[in-house]
């Protein structure tokens, strides 16, 4: 069953804008990853933000955490058409045994 | 090596066959998935291996039975699947301890 809840489920932008995508939990985690998967192959890790952190970046990528509310948003800066691609992000209850994915957002960079 | 190797990377098997699916990882992780993903679907966990012990298995069919030889290797035997069962399995590893995941490329399954 799925932890998170993402939103928008797409996102249309033109290259160089910027990509804000919103991701919603029911339970209490461990920690928060955001994965991107390219034409339904493998997914790659891009960043993992633990439940006493409200804010991490990474090169364009940052992302939000706020456990008070459950949710968390991951922004990417000065958008690329190489961006374009599925964004979900997972959850982890209990430090690494069971990650769960919300319902992803299907990005589109326009060059 | 930072990589999770899945093998084949397509596999098309009738409902009566037996196949098997194989991952391999060198990083030293000591946690292993089976993932299955529909397509425009998230990812659904389907079993997890911790030092090579069967921690978790979302109950899944018996159609589909996990194996985990050595510390380095999880495959996913396959038997009497359904057409339903087509989808993109993928296998990933992780250290122990809340760290991210490394994912192999998947196999793309069609049962006919």
């Known amino acids: 069953s799925q932890q998170g809840e993402e939103d928008p489920q797409a996102l249309s932008i033109q290259e160089g804008e910027n990509a804000t995508m919103n991701c919603s939990y029911k339970?209490?985690?461990?920690?928060l990853q955001w994965y991107r998967q390219n034409s339904g192959r493998g997914l790659v890790h891009l960043i993992l933000i633990r439940s006493n952190e409200r804010e991490k970046h990474s090169g364009r990528l940052r992302v939000t955490l706020d456990t008070s509310k459950k949710s968390s948003s991951l922004l990417i800066t000065a958008s690329r058409a190489a961006d374009t691609a599925s964004y979900f992000c997972?959850?982890?209850?209990?430090?690494?045994?069971?990650?769960?994915f919300g319902g992803g957002t299907r990005v589109l960079v326009k060059p | 090596d930072t990589e999770v190797t899945q093998t084949p990377k397509h596999l098309v098997m009738g409902m009566t066959n037996k196949k098997s699916l194989k991952c391999e990882q060198h990083?030293?992780?000591?946690?292993m998935y089976w993932y299955k993903q529909k397509a425009k679907k998230p990812p659904e966990l389907m079993f997890v291996?911790?030092?090579?012990?069967?921690?978790i298995n979302e109950s899944v069919p018996s159609r589909f039975s996990p194996e985990c030889p050595n510390s380095s290797l999880l495959n996913l035997h396959l038997h009497a699947l359904q057409p339903e069962d087509s989808a993109l399995y993928l296998c990933?590893?992780?250290?122990?301890?809340?760290?991210?995941?490394?994912f192999g490329s998947g196999t793309r399954l069609t049962v006919v």
């Open positions: 997972a959850t982890d209850k209990a430090a690494g045994n069971k990650l769960t």
């Open positions: 990083m030293g992780h000591r946690a």
């Open positions: 990933a590893s992780s250290l122990l301890g809340g760290e991210g995941y490394t």
């Open positions: 291996y911790s030092y090579e012990k069967l921690s």
């Open positions: 339970t209490s985690i461990n920690n």
